[in-house]
């Protein structure tokens, strides 16, 4: 059965954003005076949970921390470091060419309305999109709820659709709706396990789309 849409995760697909994001939090913990174990970012990245669980282990070392106070200052702190942020390399010519084959292309992400929408305009992204699925509005990944959403807005079924993830938390979530999935990590995911995974690529220029689907 032909390809006839692609869904991409946002944070660390499209754009890189959880390098600034973990970046953020280990300055947050060292000013603290706690080292951040990766393992607990890894065991909530793709996720809804990442800054709770964050100011929750925080707490944990730091009794007496204010969270609350924290959290404009860890957001400000992040969209600094986004500032100089563009897509990740080979992620234009991946939405180019799908838009040249006819293609529909959606975003789904654990990510609210607000953070995906924005950060899509400010790439120069949000045109090639024909939806944006959010967990404001869907439960978050690993539930399959936002590839579900995704079929739903683009009017096709999962045998047609192929999903782009940087995490296995994403790739569970496509899996469990039916999707084929391409896992294509970033330098923080690289090590986790794939594999679960149809397909890993090192990077969006590894493999031109067009020799994707051929596979």
């Not at 204010?66 to 959290?71: H, M, P, Q, V």
């Not at 978050?140 to 009017?155: E, F, T, V, W």
Request: aromatic fraction near 8%; hydrophobic fraction near 45%.
């Amino acid at each position: 059965m032909p390809t006839r849409a692609l869904v991409f995760d946002f944070d660390g697909t499209l754009a890189d954003t959880e390098s600034a994001v973990l970046q953020s939090w280990r300055e947050t913990f060292h000013e603290h005076g706690v080292e951040l174990p990766l393992e607990a970012w890894y065991a909530v990245i793709g996720t809804q949970h990442t800054t709770n669980a964050m100011f929750a282990l925080l707490a944990e070392h730091v009794p007496d921390v204010d969270t609350e106070a924290l959290r404009p200052i860890t957001k400000a702190r992040v969209y600094e470091l986004l500032e100089t942020l563009g897509p990740r390399e080979g992620v234009l010519g991946y939405l180019d060419a799908a838009k040249e084959q006819g293609l529909k292309l959606a975003v789904a992400s654990s990510s609210s309305g607000g953070w995906v929408n924005a950060h899509l305009g400010r790439l120069g992204l949000a045109p090639y999109f024909d939806a944006v699925l959010t967990g404001d509005r869907h439960r978050a990944k690993p539930d399959p709820d936002l590839y579900l959403a995704a079929l739903d807005a683009l009017r096709t079924n999962a045998a047609e659709a192929i999903a782009f993830e940087d995490t296995p938390h994403g790739v569970t979530s496509a899996k469990a709706a039916g999707l084929t999935c391409v896992a294509v990590p970033n330098a923080i995911t690289e090590s986790l396990d794939f594999g679960q995974a149809d397909v890993v690529l090192p990077s969006f220029t590894a493999k031109p789309l067009e020799a994707l689907l051929s596979r």
